[in-house]
Protein backbone atom coordinates (compact mmCIF):
# COMPACT_ATOMS: atom_id res chain seq x y z
CA UNK A 1 0.00 0.00 0.00
CA UNK A 2 2.71 2.48 0.90
CA UNK A 3 4.44 1.62 -2.86
CA UNK A 4 1.04 2.29 -4.35
CA UNK A 5 1.07 6.33 -2.42
CA UNK A 6 4.71 6.79 -3.27
CA UNK A 7 4.03 6.30 -6.64
CA UNK A 8 1.00 8.66 -6.65
CA UNK A 9 2.71 11.22 -5.04
CA UNK A 10 5.72 11.23 -7.02
CA UNK A 11 3.92 10.74 -9.98
CA UNK A 12 1.18 13.62 -9.36
CA UNK A 13 1.66 15.83 -12.11
CA UNK A 14 1.78 12.96 -14.77
CA UNK A 15 -1.19 11.73 -13.65
CA UNK A 16 -3.01 15.20 -13.39
CA UNK A 17 -1.79 16.13 -16.85
CA UNK A 18 -3.29 12.25 -18.08
CA UNK A 19 -6.24 13.22 -17.03
CA UNK A 20 -6.81 16.58 -18.34
CA UNK A 21 -6.09 15.13 -21.39
CA UNK A 22 -8.48 12.44 -21.20
CA UNK A 23 -11.35 14.93 -20.43
CA UNK A 24 -10.07 17.32 -23.21
CA UNK A 25 -10.26 14.61 -25.66
CA UNK A 26 -13.90 13.80 -24.36
CA UNK A 27 -14.87 16.89 -24.16
CA UNK A 28 -13.37 18.01 -28.17
CA UNK A 29 -15.70 14.87 -29.01
CA UNK A 30 -18.70 16.17 -27.26
CA UNK A 31 -18.16 19.90 -28.53
CA UNK A 32 -17.94 18.35 -32.24
CA UNK A 33 -20.70 16.50 -32.28
CA UNK A 34 -22.55 19.65 -30.97
CA UNK A 35 -21.19 22.03 -33.86
CA UNK A 36 -19.11 23.91 -31.18
CA UNK A 37 -15.79 23.89 -33.50
CA UNK A 38 -14.62 26.85 -31.95
CA UNK A 39 -14.46 25.53 -28.55
CA UNK A 40 -13.20 22.05 -30.22
CA UNK A 41 -10.07 23.83 -31.18
CA UNK A 42 -9.73 25.07 -27.83
CA UNK A 43 -9.83 21.97 -26.15
CA UNK A 44 -7.95 20.29 -28.99
CA UNK A 45 -5.43 23.09 -27.84
CA UNK A 46 -5.31 22.43 -23.79
CA UNK A 47 -4.74 18.79 -24.89
CA UNK A 48 -1.74 19.54 -26.95
CA UNK A 49 -0.27 21.84 -24.25
CA UNK A 50 -0.64 18.86 -21.48
CA UNK A 51 0.65 16.27 -23.77
CA UNK A 52 3.58 18.53 -23.99
CA UNK A 53 3.46 19.11 -20.50
CA UNK A 54 3.55 14.94 -19.52
CA UNK A 55 6.29 13.92 -22.16
CA UNK A 56 8.25 17.16 -20.71
CA UNK A 57 7.69 15.76 -17.19
CA UNK A 58 8.44 12.10 -18.36
CA UNK A 59 12.26 13.12 -19.74
CA UNK A 60 12.94 15.33 -17.07
CA UNK A 61 12.97 18.65 -18.87
CA UNK A 62 11.97 21.74 -16.99
CA UNK A 63 11.29 25.41 -17.85
CA UNK A 64 14.68 26.51 -16.94
CA UNK A 65 16.03 23.67 -19.60
CA UNK A 66 13.11 25.24 -21.70
CA UNK A 67 15.45 28.49 -21.38
CA UNK A 68 18.69 26.78 -22.37
CA UNK A 69 17.04 25.03 -25.36
CA UNK A 70 15.72 28.47 -26.68
CA UNK A 71 19.54 30.22 -26.17
CA UNK A 72 20.86 27.45 -27.65
CA UNK A 73 19.02 27.51 -30.61
CA UNK A 74 19.39 31.97 -30.52
CA UNK A 75 22.89 31.38 -31.13
CA UNK A 76 22.76 28.77 -33.31
CA UNK A 77 20.31 31.06 -35.53
CA UNK A 78 22.62 33.41 -35.33
CA UNK A 79 25.93 31.45 -36.17
CA UNK A 80 23.91 29.64 -39.57
CA UNK A 81 23.08 33.15 -40.25
CA UNK A 82 26.71 35.09 -39.96
CA UNK A 83 28.06 32.49 -43.23
CA UNK A 84 25.08 33.99 -45.29
CA UNK A 85 26.40 35.96 -48.47
CA UNK A 86 26.51 39.66 -47.73
CA UNK A 87 23.65 40.96 -50.65
CA UNK A 88 21.20 37.82 -49.65
CA UNK A 89 18.51 38.29 -49.65
CA UNK A 90 19.04 40.25 -53.06
CA UNK A 91 17.86 44.01 -52.66
CA UNK A 92 14.64 44.99 -54.91
CA UNK A 93 15.48 47.62 -57.33
Not at 27 to 49: D, E
Amino acid sequence: MSAIATSVVLARWEILSAVVMFFASTLNINLRKASRHGLAVLTSGIGITMSCWFVMGLLGITSADMALYGQHAKDLFVEIMSHTPENWPMPMP
